[in-house]
């Protein structure tokens, strides 16, 4: 080997030893450090910086119907928070809810923000409100602060519409007036406890007319019912209900969503019947109705209507004139409509035979049978029908016995929105889309 080769050999030989040195002594060093810092002891905390600023102070709130405003006092400011907050300790203030219906929350403040609002929150409704300091070292561990806790209830708002609101009964009053007594369910919403309910009452020319007389009077009643006195006998009034809350605080009324209902008064009494069923017999492809006969027989009208709806809330209906005469037999009354569609569901809609009263009982019930096709022919009921004619019903006898009618009852009735325009042609329409006839048993 030459002496250039020898010495080539040499200098690569020296350049692995230090390579491999090197290598040795970065490790080592690294472990080394990792060592220290594993070994490395905390910072100790000053316990100055746990006692007066870790403390949490009272804090007052504002209920709102959907919302709670948190005031927070001024955090201490001065030399210590300065001390105590070197690299990177911090002083922070944690608020948390907890509503009885809902959903818990939780935020961390700054120091600096002295208000919260707490949202998404339901009305009239317990929520616990929960505020303490935390001070994190620059160790980065927690110190809480003792809490304070209150109680609040958020304030009421306005409740919905009072639901089915209707006149129950018609009657004389002490001077020999009308009088009528409207009922209805409470609202499906409260937001509240509700304290009552706001009733007026506005004579009006039509139903349709939006200008009234009187409706600045307001009568407040706490029960689901209220009798008014001295109508006019053939007038309209219109009726304005609401349902209203007294807020937590000032006691002020927030008054709900009104429901409305305008009647015209008919020209004698007339009171609820009783025992109102509807019932779709199994198996029938019929409809039929019961009920009982006022109390006072006084308050009984002269004769009822039944409007038929299939499907409750489409637009095809049928009306019939029910003669109280042939339909009851003392104080007890049926009413069928057969050759319906089986599978379908049908509603009967019963009221005195006086337009816009009011007064109606209703119940609905899914037809079964045979199918009817839309194509078959409507069931005749005895004696000939008038082409383009609904057959006049046949009031139901208890003793079995067929009773054709021979009179204008079942004689087809326009509805009131429609009158007598167009009346044949919605007369065809319903037999064609309907197919019913009434019958007795």
Request: hydrophobic share 30%; glycine share 8%.
């Amino acid at each position: 080997m030459t002496a250039t080769l020898k010495r080539e050999a040499f200098l690569w030989a020296l350049l692995c030893c230090s390579i491999v040195l090197c290598l040795t002594a970065g490790a080592a060093s690294g472990q080394q450090l990792q060592k220290r810092e594993e070994n490395k002891i905390k910072e100790k905390v000053d316990k100055k910086c746990l006692e007066k600023p870790l403390e949490t102070d009272n804090f007052k709130y504002i209920p709102q119907p959907t919302t709670v405003s948190v005031d927070l006092k001024r955090f201490a400011e001065g030399d210590l928070i300065r001390l105590c907050t070197r690299f990177g300790a911090s002083y922070n203030r944690i608020i948390k809810w907890t509503p009885d219906d809902g959903e818990p929350g939780e935020e961390t403040l700054q120091t600096e923000k002295e208000q919260y609002e707490i949202t998404g929150l339901k009305p009239y409704t317990k929520v616990t409100i929960t505020v303490f300091v935390r001070y994190t070292d620059e160790n980065g561990d927690r110190h809480n602060a003792k809490d304070v806790e209150r109680d609040t209830i958020t304030d009421v708002d306005k409740p919905s519409a009072p639901r089915n609101l209707k006149i129950e009964s018609f009657g004389k009053d002490d001077e020999g007036k009308v009088k009528a007594t409207a009922v209805w369910e409470e609202p499906g919403v409260l937001n509240g406890p509700l304290d009552g309910y706001d009733f007026r009452i506005c004579k009006v020319e039509l139903c349709s007319d939006t200008h009234s007389q009187g409706c600045q009077d307001k009568r407040y009643t706490t029960q689901r019912l209220y009798t008014t006195t001295r109508l006019e006998q053939m007038k309209y009034y219109k009726v304005l209900l609401a349902g209203y809350n007294k807020r937590i605080e000032d006691k002020q009324e927030v008054v709900g969503m009104h429901a409305e209902l305008c009647f015209r008064v008919p020209p004698k009494a007339v009171g609820p019947v009783r025992d109102f069923k509807v019932t779709c017999p199994s198996e029938t492809n019929k409809i039929t109705a019961t009920w009982k006969l006022p109390q006072d027989n006084n308050a009984v009208p002269e004769s009822y209507r039944v409007e038929l709806v299939r499907d409750p809330g489409g637009q095809k209906e049928v009306y019939y004139d029910v003669d109280i005469q042939k339909a009851c037999k003392n104080e007890d009354c049926i009413f069928s409509v057969e050759g319906l569609t089986a599978g379908n569901d049908y509603e009967l809609i019963l009221s005195p035979n006086y337009e816009d009263t009011g007064i109606s009982d209703k119940g609905k019930c899914r037809v079964s049978g045979s199918a009817i096709a839309e194509d078959k022919k409507v069931k005749q009921t005895p004696g000939p029908t008038p082409a383009g004619k609904i057959p006049p019903p046949i009031a139901e006898d208890k003793t079995g016995e067929e009773k054709p009618d021979t009179s204008s009852v079942g004689k087809e009735t326009p509805s009131h929105s429609g009158g007598k325009v167009g009346g044949s042609f919605l007369l065809i329409f319903a037999v064609m889309a309907l197919k019913p006839i009434v019958v007795h048993n």
